[in-house]
């Protein structure tokens, strides 16, 4: 929940079964960010599951992992459809929508879509590499030159999202498909986190060997402790050693 907020409006799934990892954090008046993130995480959910069923993605093409890259990636579409349709059938949900990243791990390969600020990053051999580019105002302006990220991080702006599910007709959604090593370790979260502590200070977290409820905790705890402005979710998952899974 963080410190200050009196909802929580990320949402999150943890789909072992179908490897399938999620956190969308919901934006909009009254509650209604909540509603968002709800809808586009059971959308994704049961997108999947429809489609797999609990099996293996058939690979149907030369790429290892690009069937299921496309399967994320038609997901999270599906979830904007989802959250577009609920604001056509109430309008008092007009403007509420969410942003979203997801990791869907099949046959050694991890594919992650995302849309808007939530991020995704991987630590391999001892380095913290940030798989998502967030789609923001302030990291427009980093690309360009215009900003440096630390600016980013604390500036006014850092809250305006340039993509979400449910803010436009269409949305683009980002997907990136990573090789699957041993011990590579993820991380899904909202921007609760990134907002009260920067990549280095999260990397310090991540040390091997920890279980990794205890290193979720000592996040969120350490976000909150710093002010915990905003609500806070983090998934980790580690992929184990001879087996290609997390
Ligand atoms: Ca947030």
């Known amino acids: 929940m963080g410190r200050t907020r009196r909802h929580n409006e990320d949402c ?39 489609r797999v069923g609990g099996q293996a993605v058939a690979e ?16 999270v579409r599906e979830a904007h459809r989802k959250v577009l349709q609920e604001i056509d059938q109430n309008l008092a ?58 600016q980013a991080r604390v500036h006014p702006l850092k809250n305006v999202v340039t993509r979400a599910l449910g803010s436009e007709k269409d949305v683009e959604v980002d997907v990136v498909r990573e090789e699957v090593e041993a011990g ?24 091997p060997g920890k279980p990794l409820d205890d290193v979720c905790q000592a996040l969120v705890d350490e976000a909150n402790s710093r002010g915990g402005l905003d609500n806070v979710t983090v998934v980790l998952l580690l992929a184990e050693e001879n087996r290609g899974n997390a």
């Open 12 to 50: 999150f799934k943890i789909d072992p079964k179908r490897q399938l990892y999620i956190v969308a954090d919901g934006m909009g008046g009254h509650n209604y960010g909540e509603v968002a993130s709800e809808i586009a995480v059971k959308a994704i959910q049961e997108f999947i599951e429809k």
């Open 60 to 75: 149907s093409s030369a790429e290892p992992g690009s069937s299921h890259t496309k399967l994320l990636k038609d997901a």
């Open 93 to 150: 949900l007009q403007g509420m929508g969410t942003t979203v990243v997801t990791l869907l791990m099949e046959n050694g390969v991890a594919a992650v879509a995302h849309v808007g600020d939530s991020r995704a990053y991987r630590v391999r051999d001892g380095r913290l590499d940030l798989l998502t580019q967030d789609h923001t105002w302030v990291n427009e302006q980093v690309v360009a030159g215009y900003l440096s990220e630390e």
């Open 184 to 207: 590579d370790l993820f991380l899904l979260c909202s921007d609760g986190l990134t907002t009260m502590l920067n990549d280095s200070e999260i990397h310090q977290y991540l040390t």
